[in-house]
Every structure is written in C-alpha cells, then in structure tokens.
C-alpha cells in the first residue's frame, strides 16, 4: 500500500512537471508577432508608424490608454519590434530607450536615473551625441534645483547638489538653461536620428511618483526628434495627479500628451476562444461544440462571460494547468476550469463556494420557490456586483452546481455525476478542494482505464492490487470498484465476462469487507447483473464455463442465487436485465454452482470458504436428490476436532451494536445457532455437541484465544435458545 501511494505521488509530481512545460503561460508581456494572441499587431503597427513618422520638431508624447492586464505592456514590446524590424525604405533611423520608473523607489532616483539611460543612450552611437550626452549631462545640473524644489514640494526635500554631485564629472562646461536646451535642441536637430523613449508600467507607481515622472518628461519632451511613449491607465494617472497636485488631472496630462492611444478592444468572443484553447492544452478531452446542448459547451460559453482582459486569461491558464495535473482523472477537467477561473476573476464567490459547501451542493429546501437572479443566500458574494455581472456569475453556478438551480433529479443522475468527477458531487467536491484524491480511494481515472481491459488475467491482477489497498472499517479500492461499476450503464461483452471470471475466482477476497456500511453482496449483485446483460441474448453457456471452474465459492454462490432470484418474473428482486437467462438456462446454472460445491467438498477446500452458512444452505437447496448431501459433509467433519472447531467458527457473524450515549456503533459476534442446527446430522443434537467440547476442553490445556471464543459464543448461544424454547 505504500509503495503504491508513492508510486501515486510520483505520478501526479510528473504529470504537474508536464503541465508546467506545456500547458502555463508565460507572464511576461510579448515582444514578438508569433506570441500576440490578442491580435494587437495591426495597432502596433500604426502606434510604431506614429513613432517614427510623425513630426517631432519640438519633440512629441505619445500615450497608450488601458486598464491594468489589458496588455499595454505586450503592446509597446511589438510597437519595439515593428520599429526594428520592419523599417521601410527611406525611413528614418530610429534609437530606441525603454525606461521603467517603478524600479526605482523615490522621487530622486526617478529623475537622475532617466537622464542617465537618456545619457548613456545618446553617447553610445557616435562623436556628435556623446557631445549631446554631455550637453545633457549640464543641463541635468541646470534642472536639478528646478526638480529638487518640485521634489520638497511633495513633502521630501532633496538638495539641488545631488544632480549636481551626479553629473558633474560627465560635463565639460555649465551653461545656463536656455542657452544648454537651444544648443542640445540644434545638435539632435543635425544629427537627423529619431529617439523613441518608451515608459512602462507609469500607473504602478505612488501618486507623488507618477507626479515625478510627469516632471522629468515635461522638461526634455520638447527636444526636436524625441518622441516619447507611456503606457497607463489614464483613469489611475489622472485621478494620482488630482490628489497630489490638486488640479484637473485630465486636463494636466491633456497638456503634456500630443497624440493619445486607447488599447483595442477585444470582443468577449475572442476571450472565450483564447479561454478555451488554453483549457485544452491542459486537457485535451475537453470539446467546444457551440451548436450542441454538450456540457463542456454551456460551461465553457458561460466561463467566457467572465473574462475582462488579457491577463485574466494568462492569470487563469497559470492558476488551471498546475491544479488539473494533480485531479486530472478525479475531477471534470471543466468543473476544474470553472472553479479556477473563479478563483482568479471573482474570489468571493469561489471564497464562499469553498467555505458553505452545503449550499451550492444541495438544492432548496422548498422546491416550489420561483429561481430569482439573485438567491438570498448570494449576498454575500455578490454585494457591490453590477446587475450584468452577478448574471453570468449566477448562469455559470446554476451550470456547475444543478442543484442549486432548483430542479430535481433522479439516483441514476446523481450517481453519473459521481462516476463523472462533477463538482457537484459530494465526492468531487471534496477532491477539489482537497487537491487531490487519497491514494486509498479509486480515481476516475482508475475507474475508465479498468473498464478498457478486456484480458482476464491482465483484470485479475489489477483486482488483487486493488483488494491490497484496504481502508480499516471502510473497504478498499477494490469495494471502490464495485460501487462504481454499479453506477456504469453499460459494459461491453469482453470487459463483462472478463469481469465475471474476476469476480468468481477473486471474489471471496472482499467478501469480509464492507463500504459505507454497504454489505458487499448487494453491489456483486448489481455488477453480476450487468455482467450478464453484456453477453447478449444467450450468456448462459459463457456463466456456466465460469462458474464451472470459480474458485471463490462464496462470490459464485451469492451470484448465483441471485441471479436465480431475480430472472423470476414473482419475485421482488425481479430484473429485467436478467431476462434472457430463462428457466432453462437457469436450471442449467443451478446444477454447474451445485456441481462445483461437491467437487470443493471432495478436494476438502470447502471448509475454508467464508460465509460457509450460506453456501451450506445453497448445497443442500439445490441438491434436490440428495438434500441431505450437505449434512453428510458436516457429519464426516465431526469425527475431528479441530474440524468440528473450524465448522463452528464459519457459524459466527459480526452485527453492528448501537448503545445509548455511545458515540460510535461496535462489532460484536454471536453464533448463528439456527443455521448450524439446519447442517447438524442425524442423530447428533446440541447435548451431544457441548458434551464433545467439554472434553475437548478439559484434555486441551493450550487452545486459542479464537477457539476458546467460539466454544464460549456457542454456549451462549444454546442457553438464549434454551430458555426460548
């Protein structure tokens, strides 16, 4: 058992490996065509054409418009590469800087530090710009008062000497300001080469940094053939600018801005196809077929409603792919994608998902009340929500959660719901949030790879792994598969005989188990049931074969009489799926299950077979010329101790105690008396039984704890029958 949950571990660690390498999204904005999923490359076209173009003789400010994760900064990486790249003949050349201010945590460094990149970029191409270089350098030195006082202004003094400190072993000469701008405007107006400044990420910084930035930008934005691009949200700017300098933002960036630029755009149709191509790079089973009524159809339309920008989508791929490589197989890939789309695009609704379980699991307790768009118990996420929104939020929980949409449904439906790993299933619910299902409990995955195999042997191996990993109390994986495979609607022929054949040989090796309580028994039948119907009109020669060499009696007994039961048309077990069997085939079955118990009496094997009682019982029912067959057997156990002690131990049963004030229900034996009379020969009664075992323990100074139980059990037993009688 061990070795197989590390063997699971492994598993899940190699498909998250997978996962992270093929199904995740780089964050990192897009400096090629080949990575624009978004399609921004017509418009970064135009913005670079803008650049390199437009006329610059006092210098020019280009802003790109968009809300944070829209992908402003994957525009400006192609607007980079479009003015590499695809120069056109006769343009001019164009030297490019990209300049990030929120690397930089103060007012002082923001200002020093991008006339430094300006410097440094000038200097590095030739004679004439290192002479500009320099010129800057003075002139940074002339504007450092200038700054530093706009600095002290916002409530942190700097000393107009650090600029001064900075600069002046990179100038030859001071200037004063006009003559130093007039000088550096003629010199870059002679040099003929267009500079773009690119300036990222404005919006991330504070208030009295933005104001900074804003500051630097307007002292040099008007030098001839610099051209300057920002990307922010004009919204945050200008409402930054507002509080800190107490004017009209909007108007102030107006002043500053010459040619605005809002980010496209993307049509919600766009998103969602972009959604669903990253839901199946993780999950490849997953089918959009928007004309169909299909599951992963609707879930996947109403998903799409729920996208707002580009980086919802990146930020989703990243949080999906990691999560469905550990519950692939345990889980619905798209009740995952769901769920983790919750997660990122609205946490209070997946906050109160995770934590009132109960109430997207189960429906309305008054199944009358008319579905509103707003459930009372939805306040809690959806306060604060616009009307629009709450309403695709409301469409996808009604489709990941049915229940909850007040309509009710069949057993066969709920059980589907849990061979399907949905969320809306208590077991599929419970695996999600968990991450993982225990590696105690049979996984979907599992579940569909089992019914694939046709070889018996190959089935028979799985089915004694799976019988390995037993849960004390609770089954094991192998009661896992019974219970599943009762809530499949069909096997096919190879898979149901091969089955059948597991089950008569293996069997017996579950027999003790129990699964919620659930005697196995019941779920054998259900399976046994489908085995047969799997065979078509005439199974019965294939059951017999079977049957004919089952070596765990016990499971082949059960089944049979079950199946005997349940094809006759009076009984209460009567199934319909039992019908092609027919009187005929039955007396057939009948006589092969009673052929195979005498063939195990003569081998002396029968002895050991749990649940001896019942296949006791069978032998003597179906032996009808010779009824008394079975007490024959008993009768020549007798003769030996140690025989008539392990008889008697097949006797005892186990039954669920309940005690008031208990927490917990107890095992307690008792000896089926009245079944071990209906096997007893003639001529021997329980005076004579009691008799053998008081001398047997007089003579016997070290029998077991679990023969001294038996013999006590028994007495018990008889004293109880005694006093009834």
């Not at 002290?152 to 600029?163: R, T």
């Not at 989508?313 to 490589?325: M, S």
């Not at 589907?416 to 790993?421: A, K, P």
Request: contains cysteine.
């Amino acid at each position: 058992m061990a070795t197989q949950a590390a063997v699971g571990i492994q598993e899940r660690a190699e498909a998250l490996t997978v996962a992270l390498d093929e199904a995740m999204r780089d964050d990192r904005p897009c400096t090629h065509p080949s990575q624009d999923r978004f399609g921004y490359l017509p418009t970064a076209r135009v913005i670079a054409r803008t650049l390199r173009q437009a006329p610059a003789s006092k210098g020019l400010v280009l802003h790109i418009d968009g809300p944070w994760g829209s992908g402003k900064s994957s525009m400006l990486g192609l607007v980079e590469h479009v003015l590499t790249s695809e120069a056109m003949p006769g343009d001019p050349p164009v030297q490019q800087l990209r300049f990030n201010p929120w690397w930089f945590s103060d007012h002082e460094h923001l200002a020093h530090q991008f006339l430094e990149e300006f410097r440094k970029q000038l200097t590095h191409e030739s004679d004439l710009l290192l002479d500009v270089g320099d010129l800057i350098a003075n002139y940074a030195d002339a504007l450092g008062g200038v700054m530093a006082t706009g600095a002290s202004a916002m409530g942190a003094p700097v000393p107009a000497g650090v600029f001064s400190a900075f600069f002046r072993r990179l100038a030859r000469r001071k200037r004063d300001v006009v003559a130093l701008k007039r000088e550096i405007s003629e010199r870059l107006r002679q040099a003929g080469q267009r500079i773009v400044v690119v300036i990222d990420d404005v919006d991330r910084l504070t208030p009295a940094e933005i104001n900074q930035v804003f500051r630097v930008v307007k002292a040099v934005a008007d030098f001839p053939n610099v051209v300057y691009v920002l990307a922010f949200d004009r919204e945050e700017v200008a409402g930054a600018l507002s509080a800190e300098l107490r004017v009209d933002g909007s108007a102030y960036l107006e002043k500053i801005v010459q040619v605005p630029f809002v980010l496209p755009t993307l049509r919600q149709d766009v998103l969602r196809d972009l959604l669903i191509e990253d839901v199946q790079r993780s999950a490849p089973e997953v089918r959009f077929e928007p004309s169909s009524d299909q599951y992963d159809a609707n879930m996947l339309s109403a998903m799409g409603d729920l996208l707002r920008r580009p980086r919802d989508l990146v930020r989703f791929a990243n949080a999906f792919a990691p999560t469905y490589a550990g519950l692939r197989g345990d889980v619905m890939a798209v009740d995952v994608a769901a769920l983790e789309l919750l997660r990122v695009v609205e946490p209070r609704v997946y906050r109160a998902i995770r934590e009132h379980g109960q109430r997207f699991l189960e429906g309305p307790g008054d199944l009358h009340i008319q579905r509103t768009d707003l459930d009372p118990r939805d306040a809690d996420w959806s306060e604060g929500m616009t009307v629009a929104r709450r309403t695709f939020v409301v469409k996808l929980l009604d489709r990941l959660f049915p229940r909850r949409a007040q309509r009710t449904y069949s057993t066969a439906e709920l059980q589907r719901w849990e061979v399907q790993g949905r969320v809306c299933s208590e077991r599929g619910y419970t695996t999600y949030f968990r991450q993982q299902r225990p590696d105690d409990e049979l996984s979907p995955r599992e579940l569909q790879e089992i019914l694939g195999l046709t070889d018996a042997q190959t089935l028979a191996t799985v089915w004694r792994g799976l019988v390995a990993v037993e849960r004390p109390g609770d089954g094991s994986k192998a009661t896992d598969l019974l219970a599943e495979l009762r809530n499949v609607d069909k096997f096919n022929a190879e898979f149901g005989q091969a089955l059948l054949i597991v089950l008569m040989d293996g069997g017996d090796l579950v027999v003790r188990q129990v699964r919620d309580g659930e005697p196995i028994e019941w779920l054998m039948w259900s399976v046994a049931s489908k085995c047969i119907e799997a065979q078509g009109p005439e199974p019965v020669d294939n059951v017999i074969e079977v049957v004919t060499s089952a070596r765990a009696l016990y499971s082949m007994v059960t089944m049979v009489r079950y199946i005997i039961e349940s094809s006759d048309r009076s009984s209460e077990r009567y199934d319909p799926k039992l019908s092609n069997v027919g009187d005929h085939g039955i007396d057939r079955l009948r006589l092969a299950a009673l052929a195979r118990i005498e063939q195990a009496a003569s081998e002396q094997t029968l002895l050991s077979v749990p649940k001896l009682p019942v296949v006791l019982e069978s032998w003597k029912a179906w032996n009808i010329l010779a009824p008394m067959a079975a007490n024959e057997w008993v009768s020549d156990l007798l003769g030996d101790d140690e025989s008539l002690l392990a008889l008697m131990g097949a006797f005892i049963s186990w039954a669920t105690a309940y005690q008031l004030h208990d927490a917990f229900a107890t095992r307690v034996p008792r000896f089926e008396l009245d079944r071990f009379l209906t096997v007893l020969p003639s001529g021997v009664d329980l005076v004579q039984i009691e008799a053998r075992l008081a001398r047997l323990e007089s003579i016997t100074k070290d029998l077991s704890l679990e023969r001294r139980q038996t013999i006590d059990l028994f007495r018990s037993s008889v004293r109880a029958f005694e006093q009834k009688t």
